[in-house]
């Protein structure tokens, strides 16, 4: 624990240095996010929530962030993803999380993170679906995915064509029923879907990417409510805040 105190100091001189900066006095940060298990969703598991009633590993982390760095937020989540999405690309001091940070999306926003990571994967029935040993094996199958989600883009410019869904969950039933025959999605956020519905008889046929996930600013987001956040995240980090150490479910 020693050994880690000189770079907690720094840390928390910086982020004091850094509170100090510039911002209007009404200035505040509208956060959106989504249902994205176990990373960030309602706690009713309804399509709208604000504030107090979103929970999850990445939500937690953002709050602690934002009061560690002493700047005003909302938080809102909202359905679909593809509408917050552009909003937060779109409209000033707007944000969104949990997403991934790609060479595509890297120029849209501003970003601060890692805050998790998460398996990119392909997951088919248990019996009798099909077991492609690469993603290039894998073109030759109807693939379900989630409209404008990280791993679509990703499948997309590879050159696959996904038949995308408004709802993540709509793949399980598809999958069920023949409609698809493997669905794009992500680990762990598939299994906890499968669980709310009763889905049994599903399992991991392929993965292929590792990603970490990130909060993503506006472009028009001033310089120092990046670096205060930036900051606040790596001071959380020293302390083992969200470390595998503490809380495994991240890793």
Not at 175 to 203: C, E, F, M, N
Request: hydrophobic share 40%; aromatic share 10%; net charge positive.
């Amino acid at each position: 624990m020693r050994r880690h105190a000189p770079l907690c100091l720094l840390l928390g001189l910086l982020l004091s240095t850094l509170a100090h900066a510039e911002l209007p006095r009404d200035y505040r940060v509208v956060l959106l996010t989504e249902n994205f298990p176990p990373f960030n969703m309602a706690a009713n598991d309804k399509n709208f929530a604000r504030d107090a009633n979103i929970r999850g590993i990445s939500a937690d982390i953002v709050r602690e962030m934002f009061r560690r760095a002493d700047i005003r937020y909302s938080l809102t989540l909202r359905f679909p993803w593809d509408r917050i999405y552009k909003q937060a690309m779109t409209t000033p001091n707007h944000g969104l999380f949990s997403t991934s940070l790609s060479e595509a999306r890297k120029p849209l926003f501003r970003w601060v993170g890692p805050i998790a990571q998460y398996q990119s994967v392909l997951v088919g029935l248990e019996h009798g679906g099909p077991r492609p040993a690469t993603l290039e094996q894998a073109k030759a199958y109807r693939i379900g995915a989630y409209q404008s989600a990280a791993v679509s883009q990703y499948l997309e410019r590879l050159g696959f064509a996904p038949l995308n869904a408004l709802r993540d969950q709509e793949n399980i039933r598809k999958l069920q029923r023949g409609q698809i025959d493997l669905w794009a999605t992500s680990d762990p956020v598939w299994r906890h879907y499968a669980k709310q519905q009763g889905a049994s008889g599903l399992r991991t046929a392929l993965s292929f990417e590792t990603s970490q996930l990130y909060l993503a600013l506006n472009k028009n987001t001033p310089d120092e409510v990046v670096e205060r956040l930036q900051a606040a995240l790596e001071q959380m980090r020293a302390e083992g805040y969200g470390s595998c150490a503490k809380n495994p479910e991240l890793c």
